[in-house]
């Protein structure tokens, strides 16, 4: 097995029962995608336009188009079959359950998940192309418009955005990785593969099972059957993102333990951890509209850090610098956001006053008139390339 050098104490920080599903994790490191990554190399030649114009053909099935795209790209979407294991009308429970719990998944999201997810070496990535800089706002907002579409009735069916979102989020991933292994600045013997299927596995974990649990803590509800609904929805979205399924969970149980493993598996967050978390807690009072400078330094300093420390617990976010805050100022940051939910739902509901849980979700989401863009970047750094 091979092992970055980041990796190379992480089994001796695992338990018995983990070492198994440890060995896996640090061989997906030096993985990325098997299917799609090849692919882009040989993609890499054909004028960019052409390549983003074939891309969207294959995703939107513009079949006239799609017919002078390269012989690899038309098998790629033609193997690109739905296995065996998905159950659409078993995905109706999730779907409800985010539906009625959408503010606080959101919330949970951003204070909790993401921050689970940056606190790894996944981190690095993003700092190095310097994506959540330039744009950290449209990247929270587009996190939230992939889960309104995979959430939605049918959201995953061949022809419905959310399949779409997914297998473009793959795309992204692929051409990222080709950009940063010819970049000169990723050291693959230390850090592994850029974006790799373990980080990918990792991150699925963290947006089903530790949605569930960070959001449930913020007063969502859920029963079992939406609880493993909601799993299934993000399991297959995955699949489509094509994480492989030899890192991918079975179950929320089976989610949480892969979580557990990565955690264990991963260096102590480093500088680009750090960064990157504390960008996207700075963000999130923009997501949600919020423009006045001190109106959000105070959100940010009063509400999301102390929630966000309640959630992921005060060793992580010590590690990643965040503000001290007093157990008292945690609890009273999370009865004031649990009162504020619930008192504003009580309004929309029993009054028919502002908007609903979904129209506040397509608020935070991005949604452009020009429709979906299957651009992709073309330099490594994002302030150098070209809008996508």
Avoid at 226 to 232: L, T, V
Avoid at 280 to 308: M, Q
């Amino acid at each position: 097995m091979q092992c970055p050098a980041a990796y190379k104490d992480s089994l001796s920080r695992c338990s018995d029962d983990m070492k198994d599903a440890a060995e896996n994790y640090i061989e997906h490191t030096t993985i990325g995608d098997p299917e799609l990554d090849p692919i882009m190399e040989e993609l890499s030649s054909i004028p960019t336009n052409d390549l983003h114009r074939f891309i969207e053909a294959g995703i939107e099935q513009q079949d006239r188009v799609f017919r002078a795209a390269p012989r690899c790209l038309r098998d790629f979407f033609d193997n690109l079959e739905e296995p065996a294991w998905v159950d659409h009308k078993a995905f109706t429970p999730g779907v409800r359950a985010f539906q009625n719990n959408v503010v606080k998944v959101f919330a949970a999201f951003v204070a909790g998940v993401l921050i689970d997810g940056f606190s790894t070496r996944i981190s690095k990535s993003f700092v190095q192309t310097g994506r959540i800089f330039d744009n950290g706002v449209a990247r929270l907002q587009q996190n939230n418009r992939q889960q309104v579409e995979i959430f939605w009735p049918g959201g995953l069916l061949r022809e419905s955005d959310g399949w779409k979102l997914s297998v473009r989020i793959r795309f992204v991933h692929a051409r990222v990785r080709y950009l940063l292994a010819r970049s000169g600045e990723w050291d693959v013997g230390v850090h592994g593969t850029p974006i790799s299927a373990a980080h990918l596995g990792y991150s699925l974990a963290c947006f089903s099972a530790r949605t569930l649990k960070h959001s449930t803590t913020l007063g969502a509800r859920y029963t079992r059957e939406e609880r493993e609904s909601f799993c299934a929805v993000w399991r297959y979205a995955g699949y489509l993102m094509g994480i492989p399924e030899s890192i991918m969970y079975q179950g929320e149980q089976d989610a949480l333990k892969m979580y557990r493993v990565g955690m264990a598996c991963e260096p102590e967050p480093d500088e680009d951890a750090i960064v990157m978390s504390n960008a996207l807690i700075n963000s999130a009072p923009l997501v949600a509209g919020i423009t006045d400078k001190i109106e959000r330094a105070e959100l940010v300093r009063n509400i999301i850090y102390p929630v966000s420390r309640l959630l992921i617990g005060n060793t992580m976010a010590n590690k990643l610098n965040f503000p001290k805050s007093s157990r008292f100022k945690m609890m009273r940051a999370f009865l004031e956001f649990r009162f504020d939910n619930a008192f504003t739902l009580f309004k929309e509901r029993i009054f028919r006053k502002g908007g609903s849980n979904l129209i506040t979700a397509f608020g935070a989401s991005l949604y452009s008139n020009a429709g979906t863009s299957y651009k992709l970047p073309d330099h490594v750094h994002a302030e150098r390339s070209s809008e996508w």
